[in-house]
């Protein structure tokens, strides 16, 4: 039989999508549904001096508004993300009158219909005393915070960077960003028999079932939580919203079902974003350009109730040889919500800054910049000297260079131009991204007209994960594709990861893969299941990272965020990558367009090429995004976010991008997991931006470090020929 796994078979979802038949959070159906709207404050800090719900409560229809005065409301603090919980926040925003960013939930309407609610939902007066309130890391510079246990120090950076020949020093900054997915966040929730049942978009079932459990006092066995279908996540899904809590405790105050669609404007403040970071580089180099020192700081920007640091650096300084290299990573508090993780959060700012420098470097020497980045490829991990479990990054670096046609660049700026006369800009950047894994059971079930069935409480966002599962399923029971069926988005399945941090395929994957193996092992002779209970064969098993050990295996099946770290005792495990840019100014007009992108990955064993593609290509994509115009502005005399709609907030579409190559290299690996598969959901947005970057500055000669590259950013000098 032809192999299963590596062959690009179509999306198993594909069908339920585009006739509309899959079925979201949103579209799930129930009698008796009542609708809730949200109230947001107007302020970003300060507190409530006067809340006024009668005209509210006395629209037709109405039957809770939801304050902190409410007793419904009084419920403990969530358990943050970044102390061991799943909640993105830990302040319940309704636990009292104290508002601490702007667009805070100060109140929850429900009504019978939605259009009550939502009038309702404007009749609420509110009257606030503001106190002064800081929304940018520029504001708020001298109250970073040192985060401990996030540095590296190997060798003497600060030694080597004073006596390296060549030096380039620069700072660079990202903005903030949102994920925008195209489905909006949405919550129904309804209690029968002590029993919660919540539909909603999700990245963790589980997690978030444990979370809710918690939250109410109940067993956990008490919650359900599905979401079959995710339409986009990129980290904005995988924690627990405090909407979702909100709509649980309407419901059950009022015995009947509620449901929640939260509008795009809302979504900019209900949930996480991308916070802003700011990066201050040093690299020092012999003449012949080996790295002699590496120095990278970062700001963060953080709420002020709660701390996430998110370490860029740490991955970076796995990118090039360097006996000497110094990292410190500083949070900054300021008046927001919760920042949180949006696909690649710590490597994309980090590898922009890095990849930027690089090219600052190559320049300074006179390279090459892709010769310059082959000539400091390590052996070895340069942090701890472990060995690396694969690294296939010069493999990635030559075949992208060979289908872009890099060998054709010239290296003066300004100097290639199209047959239109437009100037012609290439950059090059690196990929790479840490091979997390969690741990995953899985069900495998055999019946007698020759399917199988797959459950695991893991998601598909998107990316693909009911179909490549499948097809682990079908290699190890030697079925086509077609014969399996995945079920997944149920928190009654058997334990599944969270899908964030690019683990879903190798560790629900190796869960399915010792079901799958399990299940085969236990056939009759001949292969007949006529003659068992039923004609149905199940079997259950589960995958562990070696790494996390009997207490990590339970903290990760009960729902907690439980990953094994890329850097083991023995290997380094990352994913890689090369990534070629073209953009084309108008010499006149200054206007940046992508001409094409080329990207090349190693990424293990791929399952399913089809989907790989697809992920890559959209990570790329996202990142030229990035690079060219996505920003959530603030207004800062205001401290909030101002472009909080698809009209200001601007995302990349079809004719904002080129032609997009993406290839993978053959990488086998066999520490990462039993399947050789690595994370590549996020590695195609990493380095991204700063092959952006780098093609603009070699197109109009300026050197952009603060994203997004704007027109502004690119015009000439007044003396300067166009």
């Known amino acids: 039989m032809t192999d299963v796994v590596g062959a690009p078979v179509?999306?198993?979802?594909?069908?339920?999508?585009?006739?509309?038949?899959?079925?979201?959070?949103?579209?799930?159906?129930?009698?008796?549904?009542?609708?809730?709207?949200?109230?947001?404050?107007?302020?970003?800090?300060?507190?409530?001096?006067?809340?006024?719900?009668?005209?509210?409560?006395?629209?037709?229809?109405?039957?809770?508004?939801?304050?902190?005065?409410?007793?419904?409301?009084?419920?403990?603090?969530?358990?943050?993300?970044?102390?061991?919980?799943?909640?993105?926040?830990?302040?319940?925003?309704?636990?009292?009158?104290?508002?601490?960013?702007?667009?805070?939930?100060?109140?929850?309407?429900?009504?019978?219909?939605?259009?009550?609610?939502?009038?309702?939902?404007?009749?609420?007066?509110?009257?606030?005393?503001?106190?002064?309130?800081?929304?940018?890391?520029?504001?708020?510079?001298?109250?970073?915070?040192?985060?401990?246990?996030?540095?590296?120090?190997?060798?003497?950076?600060?030694?080597?960077?004073?006596?390296?020949?060549?030096?380039?020093?620069?700072?660079?900054?990202?903005?903030?960003?949102?994920?925008?997915?195209?489905?909006?966040?949405?919550?129904?929730?309804?209690?029968?028999?002590?029993?919660?049942?919540?539909?909603?978009?999700?990245?963790?079932?589980?997690?978030?079932?444990?979370?809710?459990?918690?939250?109410?006092?109940?067993?956990?066995?008490?919650?359900?939580?599905?979401?079959?279908?995710?339409?986009?996540?990129?980290?904005?899904?995988?924690?627990?919203?405090?909407?979702?809590?909100?709509?649980?405790?309407?419901?059950?105050?009022?015995?009947?079902?509620?449901?929640?669609?939260?509008?795009?404007?809302?979504?900019?403040?209900?949930?996480?974003?991308?916070?802003?970071?700011?990066?201050?580089?040093?690299?020092?180099a012999a003449p012949d350009g080996r790295l002699l020192g590496y120095e990278h700081h970062t700001w963060g920007q953080n709420s002020r109730a709660d701390v996430l640091p998110l370490p860029g650096a740490e991955v970076t300084t796995r990118l090039y040889a360097c006996p000497s290299i110094s990292t410190r990573e500083y949070v900054v508090p300021t008046d927001v919500n919760a920042p949180g993780f949006m696909r690649a959060p710590a490597e994309f700012p980090a590898a922009f800054a890095l990849e930027s420098a690089m090219d600052e470097l190559a320049e300074a020497l006179g390279a090459d910049p892709l010769e310059l980045r082959m000539r400091n490829e390590p052996d070895r991990d340069p942090v701890t000297g472990l060995p690396f479990s694969s690294r296939s990054m010069t493999a990635c670096r030559r075949r992208g260079a060979e289908l872009f046609g890099w060998s054709r660049r010239d290296p003066r700026p300004g100097s290639m131009r199209d047959r239109d006369g437009l100037l012609i800009g290439w950059g090059c950047a690196s990929s790479l991204y840490p091979v997390y894994r969690a741990p995953s059971r899985a069900r495998v079930r055999l019946t007698a007209d020759g399917r199988a069935e797959v459950e695991v409480a893991t998601h598909d966002l998107g990316t693909g994960a009911y179909t490549v599962l499948g097809q682990i399923a079908a290699q190890e029971l030697g079925l086509p594709a077609d014969a399996v069926t995945v079920r997944l988005g149920d928190s009654d399945l058997p334990a599944g990861p969270l899908s964030g941090g690019s683990t879903t395929t190798a560790s629900a994957g190796s869960a399915v893969r010792a079901a799958a193996r399990a299940a085969r092992d236990r056939l009759p002779a001949g292969g007949a299941l006529a003659d068992l209970p039923g004609g149905v064969l199940e079997a259950d098993a589960s995958w562990v990272p070696p790494e996390l050990g009997a207490e990590g295996a339970r903290l990760g099946l009960a729902g907690g965020l439980v990953q094994a770290p890329a850097i083991s005792a023995t290997h380094v495990m990352f994913s890689h990558g090369a990534q070629f840019v073209e953009v084309l100014v108008d010499p006149a007009t200054r206007r940046v367009r992508l001409g094409r992108m080329v990207g090349v990955f190693a990424c293990g064993r791929i399952i399913n090429p089809r989907t790989a593609r697809n992920q890559l290509a959209g990570g790329m994509i996202w990142g030229a995004g990035h690079a060219l115009m996505e920003e959530t502005q603030v207004d800062r005399a205001l401290a909030r976010f101002t472009n909080t709609d698809l009209g200001g907030y601007h995302i990349a579409c079809n004719a904002d991008i080129g032609e997009v190559t993406v290839e993978t290299v053959d990488e086998t690996d066999h520490v990462v997991n039993p399947l050789g598969a690595k994370g590549l959901g996020e590695l195609g947005i990493v380095g991204t931006t700063a092959a952006v970057a780098n093609a603009v500055r070699h197109a109009t000669g300026v050197r952009v470090r603060d994203l997004p590259v704007l027109l502004d950013d690119v015009l000439p000098a007044p003396d300067e020929p166009s």
């Open 10 to 284: 179509v999306r198993a979802d594909a069908l339920a999508k585009v006739t509309g038949s899959a079925r979201y959070a949103a579209d799930v159906p129930g009698p008796d549904t009542a609708h809730a709207a949200l109230v947001t404050s107007t302020v970003a800090r300060g507190r409530l001096t006067a809340l006024d719900t009668a005209a509210a409560e006395a629209v037709p229809g109405v039957r809770l508004v939801l304050t902190h005065r409410n007793p419904e409301a009084e419920l403990p603090p969530g358990q943050f993300v970044g102390t061991g919980g799943l909640f993105q926040s830990s302040v319940n925003p309704l636990a009292s009158d104290e508002i601490h960013y702007t667009g805070q939930i100060i109140a929850l309407v429900v009504a019978d219909s939605l259009q009550a609610a939502e009038e309702a939902a404007h009749l609420v007066a509110v009257e606030y005393e503001t106190w002064p309130a800081h929304a940018t890391l520029a504001e708020e510079a001298d109250g970073a915070l040192l985060c401990e246990g996030a540095s590296i120090e190997a060798g003497d950076a600060g030694g080597a960077l004073a006596g390296a020949p060549v030096v380039v020093e620069a700072e660079y900054t990202t903005p903030a960003m949102h994920h925008n997915p195209i489905e909006l966040y949405a919550t129904t929730a309804a209690w029968r028999d002590g029993v919660l049942t919540v539909h909603m978009p999700t990245q963790a079932v589980q997690g978030t079932r444990a979370s809710l459990a918690g939250m109410f006092g109940l067993p956990t066995g008490s919650v359900r939580v599905l979401g079959a279908y995710v339409g986009g996540g990129f980290g904005g899904k995988a924690t627990v919203l405090w909407h979702t809590v909100l709509v649980a405790a309407a419901a059950r105050a009022l015995g009947r079902p509620v449901k929640l669609v939260v509008p795009r404007e809302q979504m900019f403040t209900v949930g996480s974003f991308r916070p802003q970071t700011r990066h201050r580089v040093r690299l020092g």
